[in-house]
């Protein structure tokens, strides 16, 4: 293995290094830093990084492009990527796009605010420093940070909308066409830190069309899947490095009627998107799967809100083999403490679930690329803070079982000779 400066370490000794570092330090970044980061591609269904496989142990943090506008927050961005990279994670997902809000981005159509496109330069330069990559998503379906019903309303207002319903955002020309220009402008952008162009950067991991796509409006989902095809034949055109997503919950609709039963309800069929058909287009490269059992299921005991996470990790694991041949990526999952019966060893448990589930899929050579849990915070930001936020180094349990979980994949991507790593992972 070529190290930073150059040096030829034999691959075990450098895990046994790596390991001791972890064990006086509980710092484990060294198993995962590379000489010069490299675009991530896809083979079959794994990722790869020069044809060695790569495994996603990553988190969410939507909010650093924010917290990376103003000077006394910028701190806050640089310490979730050092904690991110001291626990071995590897990939971080947040938001590239706030519309029309605090801090926008982009202020109307085509026109941008250069103060907050220079912090997403500086997120994207401070991940690479740090080692590591970026998940890049591109609009909300939801209504925070502006999201598809910003597009809606400013189509509106120009006098070029053919509705006001917030799902023309998958079918008026006129909206298409905004975002489209955003698209263009986001992948074309020149980082004013690093001098690269976002579609040249590896740093990036993949793009992200949308953060849960839904169009109730159209419970067939001709509407979105058309959409969802446009858009990554449109991304594709202008950018060939980067992998492609699109964002979905992992809902199964009305094309993949005969696994309605795995769905945590009839409610989840008819929201227009459909998890296998829409991540059958060609031009995306993998599947994204969110996981909330609280939310979907509130009335279940935790018991059998775990017995329904494992089948519904399981049915997309098995979808991903069998129908995709894509990754498929667990990119958010989280457990609410606000819930009657929330108890702190839950969050733990449920997390092992994820992650032991993902490692046998990663053992196994099957689609299961990784987990994400929804979201890690710094201290001291309750303000962006929700029921599934956490701190990680403030829960010792579940940091040891996140670092665990990075020492594991790194065990199984540096082949049998990290045996011994694997026998000392905490």
Not at 81 to 109: E, I, S
Not at 228 to 251: C, P, Q, R, Y
């Amino acid at each position: 293995m070529l190290a930073g400066n150059g040096l030829f370490y034999p691959l075990l000794g450098f895990a046994s290094c790596a390991v001791f570092i972890y064990m006086t330090l509980g710092d484990v970044r060294f198993l995962f830093r590379e000489p010069k980061m490299e675009f991530v591609r896809r083979n079959g269904t794994q990722f790869v990084v020069e044809g060695k496989k790569f495994y996603v142990n990553g988190w969410n943090s939507y909010w650093l492009m924010d917290q990376a506008v103003e000077e006394y927050s910028r701190p806050r961005v640089t310490k979730m990527l050092h904690a991110g990279a001291k626990m071995g994670l590897t990939v971080c997902r947040t938001w590239a796009f706030n519309d029309a809000g605090y801090n926008a981005l982009q202020l109307k159509p085509g026109e941008f605010d250069e103060r907050v496109f220079k912090a997403l330069d500086r997120v994207i330069a401070e991940a690479q420093h740090h080692g590591i990559r970026l998940i890049l998503c591109l609009v909300n379906n939801l209504h925070a940070y502006g999201g598809k019903a910003q597009y809606v309303q400013w189509a509106w207002e120009e006098g070029s909308a053919s509705s006001r319903s917030n799902d023309s955002f998958f079918s008026d020309s006129s909206i298409k066409h905004h975002f489209k220009n955003y698209v263009k402008t986001m992948l074309t952008r020149r980082n004013r830190f690093t001098g690269v162009e976002y579609r040249n950067d590896p740093t990036i991991f993949a793009w992200e069309l949308m953060n849960e796509p839904r169009c109730t409006t159209d419970p067939s989902g001709r509407s979105l899947q058309g959409w969802i095809k446009e858009m990554a034949e449109f991304v594709k055109s202008i950018d060939k490095n980067h992998l492609l997503t699109v964002g979905v919950e992992g809902f199964y609709g009305a094309a993949t009627a005969k696994k309605f039963h795995v769905n945590p309800g009839d409610w989840a069929g008819s929201l227009g998107t459909d998890f296998v058909e829409n991540s059958k287009i060609a031009a995306i490269d993998f599947a994204s799967v969110h996981t909330y059992p609280d939310s979907w299921y509130p009335g279940l005991s935790f018991t059998e809100k775990m017995k329904f996470v494992s089948q519904w990790i399981s049915s997309h694991i098995d979808d991903g083999d069998q129908d995709l041949k894509k990754p498929v990526l667990f990119a958010e999952f989280g457990l609410s403490s606000k819930t009657d019966n929330f108890q702190p060893g839950h969050r733990y448990q449920y997390y092992k679930r994820v992650y032991d589930l993902l490692y046998e899929s990663a053992k196994a050579t099957r689609s299961g690329a990784g987990a994400m849990p929804w979201q890690f915070l710094v201290d001291d930001m309750d303000e962006y803070g929700d029921a599934f936020a956490i701190v990680p180094w403030s829960i010792p349990s579940i940091y040891k079982l996140i670092t665990r979980q990075s020492c594991r994949l790194a065990a199984i991507r540096h082949g049998k000779s990290s045996s011994k790593l694997l026998a000392e992972c905490p």
